[in-house]
């Protein structure tokens, strides 16, 4: 019988991709939004679940088998590649807007094509895993760092995206604030609470234009305790998982602004994002000391 290779794996990719489009036409974009906890956890628990099953099955079951291979992850790398490469050359919209034109590559991350490749590129890094992890030798840790590494960098980045938070809080001086708005002008209640103490700004001489600006706060959270610290521009302040960022002023009012507006980031899954990276990195080090040795 013969043995798939490269061939099986560029037809998989290329009947992906068509599947992509073809959804991407039909239902359109991906929608992030719906996969917020618990369905990523449901999402993850599934996958884990059937990358185990599918390897157990690998005796049985040609297609698994063959799913472990390079044969299988040279073409996925390929098609993830060439799809990376569109994204950098287009210009992306930002987040919660609308593509531009009417297929959807201004909007890479919601292009059905492009994350259902990544998906299967996820799922031959697990199967590649698991192959590794059922008989572990020490040569074989530099591989399982990098591998391993990958795949939970992935799979942390696309199932954590739509528990990521980016909102706006506009605050006045003497004012708490614990409510902020999305993208979608949606109103969020937050366990953090700003309390904008004074709102400063230095000038450049020459020109009367600004050169920083910053705001002394007050944060609370809600199980009482409170921070007070100065907030400047790209200097954010960290409270709770929160990260908060000096995003803008009354421009009208200039030095005289009695507002502040805050930028409010939250990512619970970057650390594990970070964690995959992290593990990439001591699997190249690995390699580069073992040769060196």
Not at 3 to 17: A, P, Q
Not at 110 to 128: D, H, Q
Request: hydrophobic share 50%.
């Amino acid at each position: 019988m013969k043995r798939w290779g490269l061939t099986e794996g560029s037809f998989i990719c290329c009947g992906l991709v068509a599947v992509g489009m073809l959804l991407q036409l039909t239902v359109g974009p991906v929608r992030w939004d719906a996969m917020a906890w618990p369905a990523n956890i449901i999402v993850l628990a599934v996958l884990l679940l059937g990358i185990i099953s599918m390897h157990l099955l690998r005796k049985k079951v040609r297609l698994f088998r063959w799913m472990a291979t390079l044969q299988a992850g040279i073409p996925a790398m390929v098609a993830c590649a060439m799809l990376t490469v569109l994204m950098g050359v287009t210009r992306q919209i930002p987040s919660g807007h609308q593509p531009m034109e009417p297929i959807g590559i201004t909007s890479m991350l919601t292009f059905w094509p492009f994350v259902l490749s990544y998906t299967w590129l996820v799922v031959l890094v697990g199967m590649v895993c698991m192959t590794r992890l059922v008989q572990p030798s020490l040569q074989s840790i530099p591989f399982l760092l990098n591998h391993l590494g990958l795949f939970i960098a992935l799979v942390a980045g696309t199932l954590g995206a739509a528990d990521m938070q980016d909102l706006r809080m506009v605050v006045q001086e003497g004012k708490t604030e614990w409510r902020a708005v999305d993208a979608q002008h949606r109103v969020h209640q937050l366990p953090i609470a700003i309390e904008l103490h004074d709102f400063s700004m230095e000038l450049h001489e020459s020109s009367l234009a600004p050169k920083s600006y910053s705001s002394a706060v007050t944060v609370y959270t809600k199980r009482g305790s409170s921070v007070d610290d100065t907030i400047r521009v790209n200097k954010p302040l960290a409270v709770r998982g929160w990260k908060i960022y000096q995003y803008s002023y009354d421009e009208a009012r200039g030095q005289e602004s009695d507002i502040s507006v805050f930028e409010l980031v939250r990512d619970p899954w970057l650390p594990y994002v970070y964690i995959g990276i992290f593990m990439m990195l001591a699997g190249a080090l690995s390699i580069f000391i073992g040769k060196k040795w």
